[in-house]
């Protein structure tokens, strides 16, 4: 299970940051990362973190969030900055014990309930 915390309502060009915290320990996901799900549309990938360090970035992420995790805390984080009002979304914290790729895109096999984002202009 995965426990996301840290949404609420900002005003456009403010930060947020989203937390996540897996039941298990985090050493046993080799890859992690965030969905995000806006009003009326498809989920998107926003950014993902692998075991081994490497990061990937939807377009609409890079230069303002940033993905990272504190081992000792056990907690995975999504630093929104700059935040516009299209980055209203749930945001979703996904894992996966194994990263496989299908149709080009990581699977994950773990899902948490989902934290509202709202942007204001």
């Known amino acids: 299970q995965l426990a996301e915390s840290g949404g609420g309502l900002v005003q456009a060009g403010g930060s947020l940051r989203l937390s996540c915290v897996p039941s298990?320990?985090?050493?046993?996901?080799?890859?992690m990362g965030w969905y995000r799900q806006p009003p009326g549309n498809e989920r998107e990938l926003v950014a993902i973190?692998?075991?081994?360090?490497?990061?990937h970035y939807a377009d609409s992420a890079k230069g303002r969030f940033t993905i990272s995790k504190d081992t000792d805390k056990n907690t995975l984080y999504l630093q929104m900055n700059s935040l516009k009002p299209e980055d209203t979304a749930v945001y979703y914290c996904?894992?996966?014990?194994?990263?496989?790729?299908?149709?080009?895109?990581?699977?994950?096999?773990?899902w948490g309930q989902g934290t509202q984002v709202t942007v204001s202009s």
């Open positions: 973190l692998t075991s081994d360090g490497q990061t």
């Open positions: 298990g320990s985090i050493f046993s996901f080799n890859i």
């Open positions: 996904v894992a996966n014990h194994v990263i496989q790729i299908v149709s080009g895109k990581p699977t994950f096999e773990s």
